[in-house]
């Protein structure tokens, strides 16, 4: 929300003058741009790196003898699916993850409640409520999201439909996950990793169920429910979860990074991965 202050006695004058604010609500700001600046760090690197993704790649060129036991695992990291890397193979010119990360990350940067998290900490457009904008002097008019680039936020319901993509290749790499490799061939088991990436499967899949513009999609243009009792339920259910949105958001981000970083230790050796075989 944003507060004209500048004709209110109760402002504190300095850097950031507040009405009446003795808390410390800068806490909120610090640990949004600390988040997501590591996750985008980590994230950039991850790509550059483009090596230790595939479980099945290091079997390959280091042997099943790489892995505990000779029993190799079927993971794949999600900063690297879909598997465009094994489609396009050497035709790519630079690490499959630059490409697809931009799809996500789209998605998550036009979200609605990280455009709040991010204006915020960020732009300190307003770094909190009942706090001063600091770029409100300067400004002529607010003129919201309707000025380039700030339109191109309304492009978040179109990364809506790309990010339906990435939740299916989510699902069938979770699938995956239950599959190991010994001697030559395919077992189902439960390891670690099949753990991970069942949790951080189910919470992106949460955290796109729960985008208001899915929501719209599930019911939202509907100028009537009575005709469709399905899309009623549906969208009750929708509207659970949308109030859990932001939650969904982080755990997400959080998950997506552990099962990457997940796959990077079993793949370059740091770290073995516990399984049952049967």
């Not at 806490?27 to 600046?37: R, W």
């Not at 590591?38 to 790196?49: K, N, Q, T, V």
């Amino acid at each position: 929300m944003a507060v004209n202050s500048a004709q209110s006695p109760s402002v504190r004058q300095g850097v950031l003058p507040t009405l009446e604010r003795r808390d410390i609500w800068w806490v909120e700001p610090v640990l949004v741009v600390a988040s997501l600046a590591a996750f985008l760090m980590y994230g950039l690197w991850r790509a550059w790196e483009n090596n230790n993704f595939d479980t099945l790649r290091m079997a390959e060129h280091l042997g099943a003898a790489h892995f505990a036991d000779g029993i190799v695992p079927h993971y794949l990291s999600p900063f690297y699916s879909p598997p465009i890397q094994d489609w396009f193979g050497s035709h790519l010119p630079i690490s499959a993850a630059f490409f697809l990360l931009a799809f996500p990350g789209s998605f998550r940067a036009t979200c609605y409640f990280a455009r709040r998290s991010y204006y915020r900490a960020f732009f300190w457009d307003p770094p909190a409520c009942a706090v001063r904008e600091i770029l409100q002097a300067r400004r002529g008019s607010y003129t919201g999201e309707r000025e380039f680039p700030m339109t191109l936020q309304n492009l978040h319901r179109y990364a809506l439909y790309a990010i339906f993509v990435f939740v299916v290749f989510h699902w069938l790499h979770l699938v995956q996950a239950f599959l190991f490799h010994v001697h030559g061939h395919l077992h189902f088991g439960i390891g670690v990793g099949t753990l991970v990436f069942g949790l951080d499967t189910v919470l992106l899949s949460l955290y796109v169920m729960s985008c208001h513009s899915f929501r719209h999609l599930v019911g939202g243009i509907l100028n009537r429910f009575s005709p469709s009792q399905a899309r009623w339920a549906a969208w009750s259910r929708v509207s659970t979860w949308n109030a859990r949105h932001g939650l969904f958001f982080w755990l997400s981000l959080l998950s997506v990074g552990l099962a990457d970083m997940y796959v990077r230790l079993v793949c370059s050796g740091a770290i073995p991965d516990f399984h049952i075989v049967f």
